[in-house]
Nanobody, 130 residues
Framework: QLQLVESGGGLVQPGGSLRLSCAAS????????VGWFRQAPGKEREGISC????????VYTDSVKGRFTISKDNDKNTVYLQMNSLSPEDTATYYC???????????????????????WGQGTQATVSS
């Protein structure tokens, strides 16, 4: 059974940091591109970052570029999202998803979900508040 489990969310003050983890079981995570998404109350789900192979250049949406970093640890079968300089606008439930098989042509990862993701995690809440 393909499963993703997120962790690492919590309450942090503005300007603080969190590191989210997305641990895979039942499959080898490095055979898939992985994306991080978030959904704030009353808003649509937003794709914020994705990564193909661990050595490939990740993709970031403009709102998190320069603040968030996605990475893959193949030994731990886990993808991380390091979130720095957090603001209240980053408050949301964060989800990871196995998007599609690893690609060798551009775009290396695609968060538009025109093809449904293979599997999703259950989400982890991140709240940024003073």
């Amino acid at each position: 059974q393909l499963q993703l489990v997120e962790s690492g969310g919590g309450l942090v003050q503005p300007g603080g940091s969190l590191r989210l983890s997305c641990a895979a079981s039942g499959f080898i995570l490095d055979t898939y591109a992985v994306g991080w998404f978030r959904q704030a109350p009353g808003k649509e789900r937003e794709g914020i970052s994705c990564i193909n192979r661990s050595e490939d250049t990740p993709v970031y949406t403009d709102s998190v570029k320069g603040r968030f970093t996605i990475s893959k640890d193949n030994d731990k079968n886990t993808v991380y999202l390091q979130m720095n300089s957090l603001s209240p606008e980053d408050t949301a439930t964060y989800y990871c998803a196995a998007l599609h098989w690893i690609r060798t042509v551009q775009p290396l990862c695609n968060m538009d979900l025109t093809v449904p993701a293979v599997t999703w995690g259950q989400g982890t809440q991140a709240t940024v508040s003073s």
